[in-house]
């Protein structure tokens, strides 16, 4: 298996446009989790879905923030407008959601700067 | 609410020592833990877990210890090679829910 796909590994916008993130999880993974990484926040969830279905998005930073799942084997993570305080690491992770297999398996990630 | 910490930014050990990284959490109800490590331009790897009902658990160089009532983990590597140099992200689940992670240290391996 190819793991966690995220494209793109970099993107710079500049401020007020649009930005989507891709992420393809690992198949037969039920979940599929957004993080986001700051050196302020570190890790932080922004969403999580089971089953294709969003469960949790209150750690979405607000609504310039969106994310669709709209099959098992596609996600994204829509900015718009994006802002500087955007720019950060945001990485997709999937798993089995069982406790004895957990391990996430995360994606390399894509760096986000917004100028 | 950071509700798992991880007070130490950044760590050096001398190659063949043992380096310890230690957690911190807050919530009660969390009673699974994982940490996590990550080179530069990767994602995080899964390393090591530890259930609440143990307190110890050991996968080759590397340990975990967990001490319930001081809300307390650590990792241990031994003996700590130059290959282990990453982010060390410690992270906690509450039954089965997205993980919390912590801000992460910087272990960095000299020779």
Redesign the interface.
Known sequence: DAGVIQSPRHEVTEMGQEVTLRCKPISGHNSLFWYRQTMMRGLELLIYFNNNVPIDDSGMPEDRFSAKMPNASFSTLKIQPSEPRDSAVYFCASSQGYRENYGYTFGSGTRLTVV | D?QVK?NSPSLSVQEGRISILNCDYTNSMFD?F?W?KKYP??????LI?ISSIKDKNEDGRFTVFLNKSAKHLSLHIVPSQPGDSAVY?CAA?NS?????????TSLLVTP
């Open positions: 950071q991880q699974y994982l996590y331009a990767e994602g995080p790897t899964f877990s992200f689940d089965g829910y997205a993980l919390n992670f912590g801000k992460g």
